[in-house]
């Protein structure tokens, strides 16, 4: 009934592979490009970029991207967390910019991506601090579903996130094709399943966020007409084991817009997130190793 090229389905599509010059001009990025290897195979991609200044064990952050996105969406804020004295890892999710595959699978796969990801970076770039993850959109439902999966992710920040895929699909198939398809999504559904091969009502944030046990700090625009602000109260209501979980709804935003609209007073409480989490996972880390401290 779909065909693979119908408009329909650029719901499911990343990017193409792009190299944005101007970009890495622009911020003099001194970054590494690394690759790993998803479970199926998929050669995966991120940009590596150290913090500016030498801490013994700096946080490393790892930044996911929205669908239709790519690695470069982040490095504003991936240049903002270096000085911050964090390394930052900015990711292609599978189907995006130079990352392996064609759809997204809207983090029933790529929570074990991620988790490949943090395997590749403690072997192979050595990181000691904590890990953390920030998350926007597709990214953000990734970034929970990531933490549930992998509990060496101790931290989050989690913008504009959907709690449950089903839902989100019928809106996301409205705003891209202008047209109200109710009647045809389970047909769409059916059909997406099977080209994706996974199950579209497995991928439920919320259900993620029950065993998400770290702080996390879940934002959301006011104005979200693509993935409403319910959205984020049913994440946050979820969140019955974290730590110390956190909802801001920033008032004037809308989905893609959370860092413009809450400005600086937004960044400093992520980097005050960042901060007291960071050193609460390092002293309890070093109590548990010499418990005379």
């Known amino acids: 009934m779909f065909a693979p090229n119908s408009k329909i389905y650029s719901i499911l599509k990343g990017v193409n592979p792009s190299v944005k010059n101007e970009i890495v001009e622009k911020y003099n990025l001194k970054s590494k490009t690394i690759n790993?290897?998803?479970?199926?195979?998929?050669?995966?991609?991120?940009?590596?970029?150290?913090?500016?200044?030498?801490?013994?064990?700096?946080?490393?952050?790892?930044?996911?991207?929205?669908?239709?996105?790519?690695?470069?969406?982040?490095?504003?804020?991936?240049?903002?967390?270096?000085?911050?004295?964090?390394?930052?890892?900015?990711?292609?999710?599978?189907?995006?910019?130079?990352?392996?595959?064609?759809?997204?699978?809207?983090?029933?796969?790529?929570?074990?991506?991620?988790?490949?990801?943090?395997?590749?970076?403690?072997?192979?770039?050595?990181?000691?601090?904590?890990?953390?993850?920030?998350?926007?959109?597709?990214?953000?439902?990734?970034?929970?579903?990531?933490?549930?999966?992998?509990?060496?992710?101790?931290?989050?920040?989690?913008?504009?996130?959907?709690?449950?895929?089903?839902?989100?699909?019928?809106?996301?198939?409205?705003?891209?094709?202008?047209v109200d398809l109710d009647p045809l999504i389970p047909s769409f559904i059916s059909s997406a399943e099977r080209r994706l091969k996974i199950p579209f009502d497995k991928v439920i944030p919320a259900d993620a966020a029950k065993h998400i046990e770290g702080p996390l700090l879940l934002v959301h625009g006011k104005l979200d007409k693509r993935i409403p602000v319910e959205n984020a109260h049913n994440i946050y209501n979820s969140l019955s084991k974290s730590i110390d979980p956190q909802l801001k709804i920033i008032e004037d935003a809308s989905h893609l817009n959370v860092w413009e609209k809450g400005a600086a007073e937004y960044l400093n409480q992520v980097r005050n997130f960042i901060h007291v989490n960071h050193w609460r996972i390092f002293h309890r880390n070093a109590v548990s190793e010499n418990p005379q401290l």
């Open 36 to 178: 790993w290897f998803a479970e199926d195979g998929y050669k995966m991609e991120a940009f590596f970029l150290p913090a500016e200044e030498i801490n013994q064990h700096p946080p490393t952050i790892i930044l996911l991207h929205g669908i239709r996105s790519d690695k470069f969406h982040f490095i504003p804020i991936a240049q903002k967390l270096n000085k911050w004295g964090y390394n930052a890892v900015c990711v292609d999710l599978r189907g995006h910019g130079n990352s392996e595959g064609t759809y997204t699978n809207f983090g029933y796969t790529e929570k074990e991506d991620i988790k490949r990801l943090v395997d590749f970076l403690m072997e192979e770039n050595r990181i000691t601090g904590s890990v953390g993850v920030w998350g926007q959109s597709l990214g953000g439902a990734v970034a929970l579903q990531a933490m549930a999966h992998d509990k060496r992710i101790e931290f989050g920040i989690v913008e504009s996130a959907f709690d449950t895929l089903m839902p989100t699909v019928r809106n996301y198939a409205k705003v891209y094709t202008g």
